[in-house]
């Protein structure tokens, strides 16, 4: 009786020290995922992409590194609904699209690049454009600022975009929102985009406009104001 008892005490120490090591987790790897950085896709429904490592750096003060938990996209000016949102505010409220769009650039580079984002007419609808808003103006976290007609934006599904070929646009590239501004020179695809203010101002001029280039900026005009 006494060497039953005993053998009942060890199986009881033993399972009492395997259930304790159980739930701190002692003897056994993790199941929990550790997250990896997302992988570019180079191919789209059998169109050629190019890398995202496909450009030059071009900004006036650097690559800017936007902290997503402070983040705010304000839309601002002439609308009926001023709207502050967060970086998952946007990405939670809006239809997702994606289509592949070439941007060209003055110095003569060009990549072609799936982007994925939601579309700006869609938050200005939210917004509710006032009837005398006549100007689109963005503005940059480094101070870059650009503006297009209203109607530009309107009347076409102009993108802002989070993803480029699927994969989350990285700070170099203009984290959090880039503007994938269609049949436009590349100095009009703003990046890190902050605020969307609506003007009546038609004469308004962004960074590179009050230097000379086309307020358009076109691609099928050139680059420069005659």
Avoid at 6 to 12: E, G, K, M, R, W
Avoid at 80 to 108: A, F, M, W
Avoid at 180 to 201: F, H, M, N, P
């Amino acid at each position: 009786m006494r060497k039953i008892t005993l053998i009942a005490s060890v199986i009881s120490a033993i399972l009492i020290v395997a259930f304790v090591f159980g739930l701190v987790g002692c003897g056994s790897e993790s199941n929990t995922a550790t997250p990896l950085a997302s992988v570019e896709v180079r191919e789209y429904e059998g169109e050629y992409l190019s890398s995202i490592k496909d450009f030059r750096e071009n900004s006036i003060k650097g690559p800017q590194y936007v902290d997503m938990d402070s983040y705010q996209l304000q839309i601002t000016g002439l609308v009926q609904n001023p709207t502050d949102y967060t970086y998952n505010g946007v990405i939670d409220s809006y239809t997702h699209y994606e289509k592949v769009v070439r941007l060209n650039c003055v110095e003569g580079w060009s990549a072609n690049i799936l982007w994925e984002g939601v579309q700006i007419r869609d938050i200005l609808a939210k917004a509710v454009p006032l009837p005398e808003a006549k100007v689109v103006i963005f503005h940059a976290y480094d101070g870059y600022t650009t503006s297009f007609p209203i109607e530009y934006i309107i009347d076409n599904p102009i993108l802002m975009a989070y993803k480029m070929n699927d994969a989350t646009i990285i700070p170099e590239r203009g984290f959090p929102f880039t503007l994938v501004a269609e049949s436009k020179w590349g100095y009009k695809w703003i990046k890190w985009i902050t605020q969307i203010e609506l003007s009546d101002d038609i004469n308004y001029k962004g960074y590179w406009e009050e230097r000379g280039y086309s307020n358009s900026g076109n691609l099928d005009e050139g680059f420069f104001e005659h």
